[in-house]
Each structure stands twice: as C-alpha cells, then as structure tokens.
C-alpha cells in the first residue's frame, strides 16, 4: 500500500454565474497521506469548501469539475462515471457538511438515520445494524440508550458527534470534515477535536479538515494546506508551515491570531484589503494586490507551487528569502506601510 | 416620514419597484394584459357600448328588440329576453366587476396587513385579541354571511365589499402575521430600538416595506373571489337589480331559460369574462409567488 | 473626568422567561428558563469589562438588558445613578442616546434596503439633530471608525461593502451619538479572520479616544483579552468569576475558568492536548442543578455544592462563586 491515500493534481472547479464562470478553484495540487489529518486552511471565498465538495462530487447544481484528477488510490474520482462514484460514497469517502447538526432529519430518530446508511449502503441486516450502531456511538462516546432520541434532543456538540458517527458508519478510508467545530463552544469544541484525533488514530483513517481557524488546525492537524482565492499558497508539515511559514499570506495570518499563551499586549494586525473578485481574478499571484513584499513579477507572472524543504511548498515569487520576509512580516509596520 | 439626509429617486418609482410586478412569469404577464384591457373598457364603457345596458331597445319596426342572435339589427352579441344589449351590458358590467374587485381587495389587503402588522410587532394581549377576532373571522362562512347581510341591508353591489372587509381579512392578518414576526427578529429592528426610534416608525421605515408584496399577493387573491361572490350573489338573486352585472347577467339569462332557447350568446360571454378576470387574479399570484418564494421551485 | 465614579451598577439582575406549559411541567420539565439569575457587578467609567461564557450562559441576554432591549424580571440595573429599569418615554430616549450597541452580524444589523447614509442618520433624527448638522456628522463618524474616503460610502448599500466595511459602519452608527457607554456583542465573530484585527484595533483605539465605557461579549477568551483589562465569567446565567483579565487567564481560579482557558486552542504546534477538567454534558438552561449550577461537570464538587449555591466572594484581586474559595 502506497503512502499516500489521496492525490489531487490540478484540480480545477468553475461556478456558473449570470454570464460568465468563476473559477473558484483554479489548480490545487496536495496529498493526502495514510492515516493523517491534513488542515485546508483558509477565508470565506478561498475555495477550500469547493474543494471538499468537489472531492465527493456533491456540488451546486452550477458547479463543474473542468480540469485536474483526484486519484484516490489511483483511481481518478473526477472521472469516473456517476454510479462508481456512488459507490464509493460513505464507503470509501465520508463528508461531515458544515452545519452538520443542522443536517439531521428532526422526523427520524438517531438510530434510524444510522441504520438507513448501515442497512441500504452497507447492506447490513437488522441485528447487524443495531451492534455496529452501538458500537459507533461508544466511538464518539455518546450514550447507547440515545439511539432512540430525536436530532433535536441532543445538544449541539452532541448532534456533530452524531454526524461523525454517521460518517464512520461504513467505515471510510477518507473523512472529509467541513468546519466541524466552528459553531460549537470552546469545550465542546476541544472535546471534538480530541474525540476525533482519537478517533483517527485508533482506526488509521485520514481526514481532510476544512476550516478557517489556524488555532484548530495547530491543535489537531499533521499537514496543512493554506488557500487563497482558489489557490493554494502553501502546504506541508503543519509544524513547519505554522512555524516557519513561508507565504506572506500564512505570515499575515498567523498576525492576524491572538494567542493567549503570548503576551497581552501584543497588537493583531490585519491584512488590508479583501480577497479578489473571481469574476475578474488580477494576473499573476492574487494576493499580490495585499502582500508587502510584491515585486513588479508577481502582478505578471502566477508562481507555481515550489518545494523549499522536503514536503514543504510555496507558491511565492521570492520564497527564497522567507527567512528575511518572515522577519519583517512579524512588524506590524510593514503591513500597516503596504495598506 | 421621508428620509430629508438622503437623496432618494423619486417616490412613485420607488413604490412601483416595492411592489415588485412580476414582469418575467408569462403567466403573470398575460394576466396583467388582461386587467389593462379590463380596466381600459371599464374607463372607456361610456364609448365602447353602444347603448345603455338597462335600457330597453326596440327595432326600427317598433318591435321589442328581443331574443335576437348576434348580428341582428346591429347588435354585436344579441339581446336578452328583455331588449338589452348584451354587449353593452358586458362592457358596464366591467365596471361593477372591477370596482367591487378592486375595493374589496384593497380593504382585505389594508385591514389584513394592518392587523398583522399590529399583532405581529407589538405580540402579547394586543396579538391574543387580534388573532381571536380571526379566529371568529374564519369561523364565519363567507357566502351564507353575504347572503344574510344582503337580506339586512338592501341588495347593493357594495354588501360584497362589506362583508369581504368584515371578513375576508383573516388570511392577511395571519399571514402578514407571520412575515412580521420573523422580520421582528432582524438586527436591524433591534438596531432601530437602540437608536431610539419609536415602535411607528420602526413599523412604518423597516418592517411595512417588507410585507408590501405579501399584502399586494393576498390582495390581487381577493381581487378574484370578490368578483366570483358578487357574481354568485347576483346569480342567487340577491344582487342589486339595478345594477348590471355579469353575474346579474348569468342570473338574468338563467331566469329566462336561454339555455333552453340555445341563447349561448347571453351567458357565455359573461361567464367568459368571469373566467379570464379571476384566472388573470390568480395568475398574477403566482407570479408574485415565484417572486416572493423562488424556492417552491416550479 | 472622574475615574472612580460607577457609572453601571448591577445589582441581582434576572432575567426569566416562561416557557412551554402545561404539557412541559407534566414532563417534570420546569417551565421557566433563567437567562440571567441573579447577576451583580459594577462599572467604573473608563472600564472595559469582557462578558466571557459560552452559548446559553446568559452573556447576551445580560447585554440586552443593558440596552432595554430586555426589561429585567428582578432586581436593579443603576446607570449613572438613574435606575433604568421601567425606564420609559423621553427618559428612556435619554438613555438611548447615550448606551449603544454594537452587533454581531454586520448583514443583519442593518437595513438592506437603506443606504449607509440612511442607516447613520436614523439616531441622528431621533435625537432631533438639525439636518443641516447630519451630513457633517456623518462623515466625522465614519472617519472615526477609519473607513477611508467616506463620501463614497454614503449612497451604497448594504450589500456592496465587505464584511469589515459594514462591521464599521455598525460601530460608526453606535458612536454617531457620542455614547458614554457601548456594548460589543461578538463584533467580529462573523467576520474572516484576517479582518477582524483591522475591526478590533478600531474598536481599542476608538474607546480610548472617547473614554467609553465598554462591555465586550464574547466566546473567545483571546479577543477577550485582547481588548478588556477586566473579565466576567459567566455559566447558567450567573457569574463564576469575576477579575483582571491577565489574572483569569494566567491564574483561573474558579474549576470552569479553568477547563475553559484550558480550552482555548492557540496558533502555534506547541500545546498540550491533556483532557480538560470539565465533564461532558451541555448546560440546561431549564433544568439547571441544585446549588451551584456549575456542580455536575465540575471535578471539585462536594456535598456542599449541591445544598448551597455559592455567593460571589472576594479572593484576592478577584470576585469568585466558588465553595473552594
């Protein structure tokens, strides 16, 4: 078995909008490995939803796949025809939607919503259903007896443990979360993360962690992939790009953090500006209309996603002289000169 | 109550687009062709017929102009049993159609929305008493009520004005109710309360220019069951006798068996307009429907 | 100016709400839900105190009792002075010139078919402010909230500005009167990250300029903490602890100030993922434990917990509800 259980090369997605298209997603290119969490980082509008809907090919009704493969162990789930897709979906790929408690039916108990995916998808009988149903709920640590309450009996943080139960129901290599905890409260958020790294770990599944918050993905993710207005700016060891990153954008944001272990009087500096209209992206590298260090190349020419060390890739121009950058990128003068 | 800090297009423009008339339905547009042909025959009654609608016609010999078909002696859709012209008749009975469909649905509209605006904002007793005056309302069956009013007052058009203001109210109310109720919630009315503005205001500038489409929905609904119950009144024989009508018409023919006697001419163009006058109501609607609930998905 | 002076004081405030009926009680559910119970603090003019709790804590409604957008069940609110509870008519009006709030949802918060210029005079008219002085007004609010060029913005709508933009112009609507006292409630939890900085170093520089005296709700200690010297803790509707903030969150004090600050991820790899001292379970508002409210997740808890609810005493440079202390 190869390492990489998840391989997307190029993938573009284009919204049909009024007239014309948006591409929303315009040439993302990462792994993912065996048995990890991988964090796609990033604003509203980045893409990074696009991309995990696109993974499960359950898009808008004007969305379109127009170009790249994701090979799930080789095989390349944008290509293949409707039904293997079908087949492959909560068998092999799971998603967890954003406002995944909301995604509940509020007429059906919790057990009947497991035993639909476990009976119909799974094939399982009835008795089998109800162990494996049993057993999940112990995974995400709810309460057997509960199987038989309503969506709306459970509180927030436990209807997601819910939908990730639902997701693991068959059993699924890959786990694509959209913003699992970004609704939810401090504590239950922690008790979540946690539940799922757990989860991750115990059963050697890998998970695509979509969110915006970098906080999350420090805490629970092994790599990470940072998007910008449907690129993707940079990616690698969550360690080495959260401390040693190497893109203005990920440099900007990490600024853009209150860290509560840091000291009190630190000041957050925003990055000015908003990110492009897709409608009429600007040429060359699109953050360059916001990003300090921009040369007169990177209005012309798109950099292409380069390794700098093993694993670790940039989309920057001048991603060799990251040391200085990030240097000066820790100023806030520097971002305050450029606004 | 207008805003002097701003500088807003002119007043009736605005107003047009709150309305938001449903130009793209076909549906939606075909029945707004038919009230403009309606409505310009109603302006226009006095030069598109060629004789008053009661009064009784006699032919160039001196006969009573009776029962005659179509194109005889001059008379586009024939007469009645009783020497009237019948396209005459048609052309006023536009009139009474319209003016009773159009007051009607303005009172509904105006009595409605003001109730569930009342109900909807201020909530509490004030929302309890309202809702139990609907709740009466829809106990009321429309047509017997019509019926014993037109006994207490004397026949006249306007009993089915009264009594759709009297009633037919209810549907508004609630459902303006509704929007209000949601609308409530907005941040910005909470916004509004902060910066001091009084509750008439509030309902006045934020939550009135939002439930505009809904009352104009519920109102171009009424337009079309104000005209069916006079039509139905009059066919019962409780209509104004001095007024022509197109259900007086019906009721009219009906009493001299011009079915009996083949007379289509006499009760199928009235019932016709009825038809194409209530259809375009409903047709309307719907494409406000479209407008207000694009998720129905057609 | 005098710093001293308390211009809120909050004394035993509740908030009740009756809910459900016949057919809840008959399900031994009680029919009362206590959004606020018995919650009393003071400000001192200048402060900037944090309301700090998770969802369902009563943080919100505590501020919407503030801004009368709630009229308290129980106790006494005191501004200046002058009770506001039952506060009505042009006294009322008074009031409301000088607390303001500052919304959660920039998109919600305003009138989508009202232009900026609309939307900012609205307090203006209350406050019978001759129109030839609003134009003028206007502007200096949105210069105030750093929105660049502001002419530009008076006759767009809603709709075509970003999140951060209308965010300040919600903040520019809130100071046009010149408040003495603001409430922020979750300013920029609805906005991307990356602007949010941009909003909060608005709001710090702005509340220093005009001395106000502030309340930030909030979920996220770490923004918190990023604009109040001073925190409120709050679970179940009431308060937990109550203190300097660098205190609360190098030193928390009370079990639940702990397991939330324990909580609080952080942007860097180094963290520590040990299991937070809380239990599981999500706090019922309408069915909340006996004694102290906090009791069934908390890992300290003894007998005393369950009989008798703990008052807010003083421990050192803070107020704690705690039988520990």
């Not at chain 1, 990730?164 to 993360?193: F, Y």
């Not at chain 2, 002696?73 to 009773?100: C, H, N, W």
Request: aromatic fraction near 8%.
């Amino acid at each position: 078995m190869s390492e990489t259980l998840l391989s997307v090369r190029d993938l573009k997605v284009n919204y049909r909008v009024g007239g014309g298209g948006i591409d929303a997603v315009d040439g993302a290119t990462f792994d993912v490995p065996r048995g990890s969490i991988v964090g796609l980082v990033g604003e509203s509008g980045c893409g990074k939803t696009t991309v995990a809907r696109a993974l499960t090919r359950v898009m808008a009704d004007n969305a379109r796949i127009t170009g790249g493969q994701m090979l799930l162990e080789g095989t390349d789930i944008a290509a293949i025809p409707e039904r293997q897709m079908n087949a492959l979906r909560w068998r092999d790929i799971a998603f967890i939607p954003q406002s995944a408690m909301n995604s509940l039916d509020p007429v059906y108990t919790v057990e009947y919503q497991l035993s639909e995916v476990l009976r119909r998808r799974g094939g399982m009988g009835a008795r089998q259903a109800r162990t494996r149903s049993e057993e999940l709920f112990d995974m995400v640590g709810i309460e057997k007896s509960r199987l038989r309450d309503y969506p709306h009996q459970f509180s927030g943080g436990m209807r997601q443990r819910v939908a990730i139960a639902l997701a693991l129901a068959l059993n699924p290599k890959l786990v694509i979360a959209d913003e699992p905890v970004t609704a939810l409260d401090v504590i239950v958020q922690r008790q979540i993360l946690d539940q799922l790294r757990e989860l991750q770990t115990m059963l050697g599944i890998s998970v695509i962690l979509v969110t915006h918050d970098i906080s999350v993905v420090a805490y629970i993710c092994d790599m990470t992939v940072v998007m910008y207005a449907g690129r993707i700016v940079e990616a690698g060891p969550m360690k080495a790009v959260l401390t040693r990153p190497s893109h203005p954008y990920t440099m900007g944001l990490r600024n853009a953090f209150p860290d509560l272990a840091g000291a009190a009087s630190g000041t957050l500096t925003p990055i000015e500006g908003a990110p492009p209209n897709l409608l009429e992206p600007p040429p060359g590298c699109r953050f360059a209309p916001r990003c300090p260090f921009a040369l007169d190349i990177c209005t012309k020419v798109s950099p292409p996603l380069r390794e700098l060390e093993p694993g670790h890739r940039v989309a920057c121009h001048r991603a060799d002289e990251a040391a200085v950058l990030r240097e000066l990128a820790a100023k806030t003068e520097t971002w305050l000169a450029h606004a | 109550m207008l805003d002097v800090a701003s500088r807003k297009p002119n007043l009736v423009a605005r107003l047009l687009r709150s309305l938001r008339l449903p130009l793209n339905d076909p549906f939606a547009l075909f029945g707004l062709a038919i009230y403009v042909v309606f409505v310009l025959t109603a302006i226009c009654a006095n030069y598109l017929a060629p004789y008053d609608p009661t009064e009784i016609l006699y032919t160039p010999s001196y006969d009573l102009a009776a029962d005659l078909r179509p194109g005889q002696e001059g008379f586009v859709l024939g007469t009645t049993s009783l020497g009237r012209d019948i396209f005459s008749q048609i052309v006023y009975g536009t009139r009474s159609a319209l003016l009773i469909g159009i007051t009607a649905a303005f009172m509904v509209a105006l009595i409605g929305s003001i109730v569930g605006l009342i109900s909807g904002y201020f909530g509490g007793w004030v929302d309890a008493l309202l809702m139990r005056l609907a709740d009466i309302a829809f106990g009321i069956p429309f047509l017997p009520f019509v019926i014993v009013l037109a006994a207490f007052l004397k026949p006249s058009v306007w009993n089915v004005v009264i009594a759709m203001a009297l009633v037919l109210w209810r549907d508004t109310a609630r459902v303006i109710r509704s929007q209000v109720l949601t609308l409530r919630t907005r941040g910005y009315v909470d916004a509004a309360r902060v910066a001091g503005s009084s509750d008439l205001k509030i309902i006045l500038r934020h939550i009135t220019p939002n439930i505009l489409p809904l009352s104009f929905l519920y109102g171009s609904i009424a337009i079309g069951w104000a005209i069916l119950t006079e039509a139905s009144i009059s066919f019962l024989g409780f209509g104004d006798p001095e007024s022509i009508s197109w259900g007086y018409m019906l009721q009219d023919a009906f009493a001299s068996q011009a079915l009996a006697k083949q007379a289509y001419y006499w009760f199928v163009p009235p019932g016709i307009c009825i038809i194409l006058v209530v259809s375009a109501g409903f047709f309307i609607t719907r494409g406000y429907e479209n407008i207000l609930f694009p998720k129905l998905g057609r | 100016m005098d710093s001293n002076e308390t211009l809120v004081s909050v004394r035993n405030a509740q908030l009740h709400y009756g809910v459900g009926g016949a057919l809840q009680a008959l399900r031994g559910r009680s029919s009362v839900v206590k959004a606020v119970d018995g919650v009393s603090f003071e400000l001192k003019r200048g402060e900037s105190v944090g309301l700090l709790g998770e969802s369902g804590c009563g943080k919100t409604s505590m501020g919407r009792l503030l801004l009368k957008l709630e009229e308290a069940t129980g106790g006494e609110i005191f501004f200046a002075g002058q009770p506001i509870v039952g506060l009505r008519g042009a006294a009322l009006r008074q009031y409301r010139a000088k607390a303001q709030l500052i919304f959660q949802n920039p998109f919600d918060a305003v009138n989508p078919r009202f232009t900026i210029r609309a939307t900012l005079s609205e307090p203006l008219e209350n406050a019978k402010i001759p129109v030839r002085e609003r134009e003028g007004r206007i502007i200096d609010a949105l210069e105030l909230v750093r929105l660049p060029q502001p002419q530009q913005f008076l006759n767009r709508y809603p709709h075509q500005l970003s999140g951060g933009q209308l965010q300040r112009v919600v903040m520019a609507r809130a100071l046009i009167l010149q408040p003495e006292f603001v409430v922020a409630d979750e300013p920029v939890s609805m906005l991307d990250v990356s602007v949010r900085a941009g909003v909060l170093n608005v709001f710090r520089d702005v509340r220093d300029r005009l001395g106000l005296t502030a309340i930030y709700i909030s979920h996220d200690l770490a923004l918190v903490r990023y604009v109040c010297e001073r925190t409120i803790v709050m679970y179940l509707g009431r308060i937990m602890e109550d203190g300097p903030t660098e205190d609360i969150v190098h030193e928390p004090l009370h079990p639940y100030t702990r397991a939330l600050v324990a909580a609080v991820p952080v942007p860097h790899p180094d963290q520590s993922h040990d299991p937070l001292p809380i239990g599981r379970g999500a706090p019922d508002p309408r069915n909340p434990p006996s004694g102290c409210v906090f009791r069934d997740r908390c890992p300290y808890a003894f007998d005393r917990c369950a009989s008798e609810v703990p008052q807010l005493r003083q421990a050192g440079t803070r107020r704690v509800a705690c039988h520990l202390f």
